[in-house]
C-alpha cells in the first residue's frame, strides 16, 4: 500500500505532472469561482476550443516568419489572441443580432474551433500537432516550458485576483453599486476574461480541451457548497483543485489510465461527495431538515383533539383522532413540547396557555369554515371533514372575511360555540 | 440676487442635495427624460412615481451618473454628478440581487467602505469599526456573520440599508425598497428610512405603489418622460393630475385623492 503511493514519487514524469498540475489546478479553482458566480462557465468551454485555431495560427506564423518549430511562446501568444477574439466575437454578434448569448457562445467556439482543425490538417506538412494530445492533454508528457508558462501565468492571476479581490467581488455582487463608486466595472471584466484566458491556455497542455472547464469550475462549485465568503470560496476552490490533481493522478497510474480524464473523474467525485455530505448545502442536510419539519396539519390537529377533548388528554386519545404515523406523531408531540405549545406528563398532554391560544384560533377558523359551507348549502354530513381541511387556511384576513360576511355568528351549525 | 457676494451661496450651510437641471437623456429618436428640472432639498423621504415605462429608471441612472444627458445636468450637493463619484448610496431592488452569493451581512456592510479603501490595503480597523456601526444603526448587528440569503426580505432590506450608510453619502437612493415585502415588513423598512432621515440622510425611493406613496412620503415626483409634479403628497395625488399620467390605468383615483388629502 505504501509502496503504492511512494513508488510513482520517484519517477520524475510523476513529479513533474504533480508540481505542474498543482500549480495550474490553484488557480484555475480561484478564478474559477469568479466564473461560477457570474454564471460564465460556458465561456470557460469556448475559449479553451477557440485555442486550437490559435495555437496553429501561433505555430505556422512563427515557423514561416522565423523558422522555429514548434515555438511555444509564439503559440501561447496565439492562443490568447484567438480566445479574446472569441469573446469579442462573442459579444459583438449577441449585440447586434437578435441572437441570444448561449447561442452565440456555442456558434463562435465551435466554428472556431473547427477552423483550428481544418488549419492542423491542412498544413500538417508544415505544423506538426497531435490534435489527440491537445483534446485529451497529457499530463504525464509535461515539459519544462510548460512547467514554466503556467508558473509564470499563476503567479501573474493570482496577484491580480488578490491585489483586487474587492473589486472582483464588489463588481460581481452588485455592478450597480460598483459603477457608481467609481470602480471600471467593464475594465475589471475584461481583465477576468483575460485571467480565465490564461488560465486556460496553461491548463489544456495537461487535462485537454474538453476537461478544461471543469477543473475550472468543478472544483468552485465544491468549494461554494461549504463557503459562505468568497475569500474562503477561493481558498478551498485551490485545495479542492489540487486534491483533484494528486488523487487523480494516483488513480492514472493505478489504474494505468489517461492522465486529464482520471483528474477530473477525481475531481468529479469529489463535487458529489461533497454535494452529498455539506453540512449546509449538501442533499443529507436538506433531506435531514426536510424530515425534521413536522407538517403544520399534524401540529393544528393535536391541537384542536386535546381542546375538544378538555383537559389532560392521553396518548391513545390523540392517536384515535389525529391519523398519523405513530412515528412522525410523536416526533410532532415533541417538538410542540419543545416549542411550549403542550405540556408533558405522565398521563398524557395537556395544552399550556400559548398551545390553548393556537387552538382556539384553528377551532374558531373550523367553526367558520363550517358555518360557511353550512350556508352555501353543503350536505350536513359533509360539514365536518370539508371544514377540517379547510381550517388550516387562514392565512391573513382569510376568517375575519368568513366571520364579517357570516354576520359574527356566535354559534356553529352544530350549536356550538365559536370562540 | 446680483447683489449677493458670489461666494454666499457656496458658504450657505447645505446647497440643495440634487439639483436636475434641464436634463434631456434620450435612446435613439425616443427621449425617455424631457426637460426634467427640479431640486430636491437635503433631508427629505422623496417617493419618485410614474407609471411603467415612465422613466423612473432612467431618473435613477441619471442620479448615479451612468447616462450621458443629451442636455442639461445633475448636480449632487452643487457638484456636477460626472465628476464626484459615490455621493450617492445605492440600494438596489431585491430582485436584482443573487442571494446565494458567498458573502455575509457584515461583508456586505463593509462594501459600503470600499470607496473609502485603498486597493493596497485590506479593509482596515476604522472601516470595519463604521460597518459595525451601520449594522447597529438598522438593528442587524446581531445578524453579523449570517449568509445573506438566510435573512428574511425586510432584513435583506436592512443590511442594504446598513450599507448605504456605511458609505457615508448624503443621499442614498432605493429602488423600490417594498416590492414583495408584506405590511409588517414595510412597516420596519419604513422605521428605518425615517431613521436616516433623523440623522441627516435625503432618500430617494423610487415606489410603486400610490395606495401607500402619500402617506410614506414628505413629497412626492411624478414623473412620466417629463416631470409633472414635485411637492408634498396631497399636491401630487390630484385626481386630474394622476388621470393624465396614468391614462385610465387606474380607476381609484377619488379613493387616493382623499387619502392624500386626509
Not at chain 1, 466595472?185 to 491548463?203: E, I, K
Not at chain 1, 490533481?245 to 467525485?269: E, H, N, P
Not at chain 2, 485590506?122 to 442587524?140: G, H, I, N, T, Y
Request: glycine residues 8%.
Amino acid at each position: 500500500m505504501l509502496d503504492a503511493i511512494l513508488a510513482p514519487l520517484t519517477e520524475t514524469y510523476f513529479q513533474k505532472a504533480l508540481i505542474g498540475g498543482s500549480i495550474v489546478a490553484v488557480v484555475a479553482g480561484v478564478v474559477g469561482c469568479l466564473v461560477v458566480l457570474r454564471r460564465m462557465a460556458f465561456l470557460g468551454d469556448a475559449l479553451s476550443h477557440a485555442m486550437i485555431a490559435g495555437v496553429a495560427g501561433g505555430y505556422l506564423v512563427m515557423k514561416m516568419l522565423f523558422g522555429y518549430e514548434a515555438h511555444a511562446p509564439g503559440m501561447l501568444l496565439g492562443s490568447l489572441i484567438a480566445a479574446i477574439a472569441t469573446v469579442a466575437l462573442i459579444s459583438f454578434v449577441s449585440r447586434v443580432s437578435r441572437i441570444k448569448e448561449d447561442t452565440t457562445i456555442g456558434i463562435m467556439y465551435t466554428g472556431i474551433f473547427a477552423l483550428g482543425v481544418v488549419a492542423v490538417s491542412i498544413f500538417r506538412h508544415y505544423i506538426h500537432i497531435d490534435l489527440m494530445h491537445f483534446i485529451m492533454g497529457d499530463i504525464l508528457g509535461v515539459a519544462d516550458t510548460d512547467l514554466w508558462v503556467s508558473a509564470f501565468t499563476a503567479v501573474v492571476v493570482l496577484s491580480i485576483i488578490i491585489l483586487f479581490f474587492r473589486h472582483f467581488q464588489l463588481a460581481t455582487f452588485d455592478p450597480v453599486m460598483a459603477a457608481s463608486i467609481g470602480l471600471p466595472v467593464l475594465f475589471l471584466d475584461y481583465v477576468l476574461t483575460t485571467c480565465v484566458s490564461l488560465v486556460v491556455v496553461s491548463a489544456v497542455s495537461m487535462v485537454g480541451v474538453i476537461l478544461v472547464v471543469g477543473l475550472l469550475i468543478t472544483p468552485a462549485a465544491t468549494a461554494y457548497l461549504l463557503s459562505d465568503r468568497l475569500d474562503r470560496m477561493m481558498i478551498l476552490s485551490g485545495i479542492f483543485g489540487v486534491t483533484s490533481v494528486v488523487g487523480g493522478l494516483f488513480l492514472c497510474v493505478w489504474l494505468d489510465s489517461a492522465g486529464g480524464g482520471a483528474i477530473m473523474l477525481f475531481c468529479t467525485l469529489q463535487f458529489l461527495v461533497v454535494l452529498a455530505l455539506a453540512p449546509k448545502y449538501g442533499l443529507l442536510a436538506r433531506w435531514l431538515r426536510l424530515k425534521r419539519m413536522v407538517p403544520q396539519q399534524v401540529v393544528e390537529d393535536v391541537l384542536t383533539t386535546i381542546l375538544r377533548n378538555e383537559g389532560v388528554t392521553p396518548l391513545e386519545t390523540i392517536r384515535t383522532y389525529v391519523q398519523e404515523p405513530a412515528k412522525s406523531l410523536n416526533k410532532a408531540l415533541q417538538r410542540m413540547v419543545q416549542d411550549g405549545l403542550l405540556a408533558a406528563s405522565e398521563e398524557g398532554y395537556a395544552l399550556t396557555a400559548d398551545g390553548q391560544v393556537e387552538a382556539d384560533k384553528v377551532l374558531r377558523a373550523h367553526r367558520l369554515w363550517e358555518s360557511y359551507l353550512a350556508q352555501i348549502g353543503t350536505p350536513k354530513d359533509q360539514l365536518h371533514s370539508t371544514a377540517h381541511h379547510l381550517e388550516h387556511i387562514r392565512e391573513g384576513e382569510t376568517i375575519e372575511y368568513l366571520d364579517e360576511k357570516l354576520g359574527h355568528p356566535r354559534r356553529d351549525p352544530h350549536g356550538r360555540l365559536i370562540p | 440676487m446680483t447683489t449677493d457676494h458670489p461666494t454666499a451661496a457656496n458658504h450657505k450651510k447645505r446647497a440643495n442635495a440634487i439639483d436636475v437641471e434641464h436634463l434631456t437623456v434620450s435612446y435613439h429618436a425616443r427621449a425617455a427624460l424631457l426637460d426634467v428640472s427640479v431640486s430636491i432639498e437635503p433631508d427629505q423621504l422623496v417617493g419618485v412615481i410614474g407609471p411603467n415605462g415612465a422613466g423612473k429608471s432612467t431618473f435613477i441612472k441619471a442620479i448615479l451618473g451612468f447616462v450621458k444627458p443629451d442636455i442639461g445636468s445633475v448636480l449632487i450637493n452643487g457638484r456636477n454628478v460626472q465628476r464626484v463619484k459615490g455621493q450617492v448610496a445605492y440600494v438596489p431592488q431585491r430582485g436584482s440581487v443573487d442571494w446565494d452569493f458567498p458573502i455575509t451581512v457584515q461583508e456586505v456592510a463593509l462594501m459600503g467602505r470600499y470607496q473609502k479603501i485603498p486597493w493596497y490595503t485590506s479593509p482596515r480597523k476604522r472601516d470595519r469599526q463604521a460597518a459595525v456601526e451601520a449594522l447597529e444603526m438598522v438593528r442587524m448587528a446581531d445578524f453579523a456573520d449570517r449568509q445573506i440569503g438566510e435573512l428574511s426580505g425586510g432584513q435583506q432590506q436592512r443590511v442594504f440599508l446598513a450599507r448605504a450608510l456605511a458609505q457615508g453619502s448624503e443621499i442614498l437612493l432605493l429602488d423600490e425598497p417594498f416590492a414583495g415585502v408584506d405590511a409588517a415588513t414595510e412597516r420596519a423598512i419604513l422605521d428605518v428610512l425615517g431613521r436616516a432621515k433623523e440623522v441627516g440622510k435625503t432618500l430617494v425611493v423610487v415606489h410603486h405603489d400610490l395606495a401607500t406613496a402619500g402617506e410614506y412620503f414628505d413629497k412626492l415626483l411624478l414623473i412620466k418622460q417629463r416631470l409633472y409634479a414635485y411637492g408634498p403628497p396631497e399636491a401630487v395625488l390630484e385626481e386630474e393630475l394622476l388621470s393624465k399620467v396614468y391614462e385610465g390605468r387606474l380607476r381609484i383615483f377619488s379613493d387616493l385623492t382623499k387619502r392624500g388629502e386626509g
